[in-house]
């Protein structure tokens, strides 16, 4: 799921939030990386408008332990990671995402092992 908008709507992914993000042309994916625990958000803005605190919804794993931002300061910068352990998911938000412009986001999870 993703939202749009002032932050008290995106992060709480209100309908009128998300059919921003709809009308924006906002695409993301969220793939796992080869380093165990790590998964890459792909995030683009389709149109030429700034989209104000574009929020995705991520789940993951079992057996992953919360997520953290990884990588270099330049694709960490501006982002925000909210961790809803209760749901085993994490909302990703972004302060602006420039129009056009795609980011990558590397996150990270302590990976629990089997006992």
């Known amino acids: 799921e993703a939202a749009a908008g ?3 709507s995106a992060r709480t992914l ?4 998300r059919l921003e993000v709809r009308k924006q042309g906002l695409s993301w994916s969220f ?6 625990g790590a998964f890459i958000l ?3 803005n389709g149109s030429k408008e700034i989209l104000p605190n574009a929020t995705v919804k991520v789940w993951y ?3 992953i332990e919360g ?5 270099s300061w330049f694709s960490r910068r501006g982002v925000d990671v909210i961790p809803l352990e209760e749901e085993r998911s994490a909302l990703i938000s972004l302060g602006g995402l420039r129009g056009h412009e ?4 590397k996150v990270a999870g302590d990976v629990r092992r089997p006992e």
């Open 42 to 44: 792909r995030v683009r």
């Open 102 to 105: 795609d980011r990558l986001i």
């Open 6 to 8: 002032p932050p008290a």
């Open 67 to 71: 997520l953290q931002l990884e990588g």
């Open 61 to 63: 794993p079992e057996r």
């Open 14 to 17: 209100t309908p009128a939030a």
């Open 31 to 36: 793939d796992r990386l080869a380093e165990d």
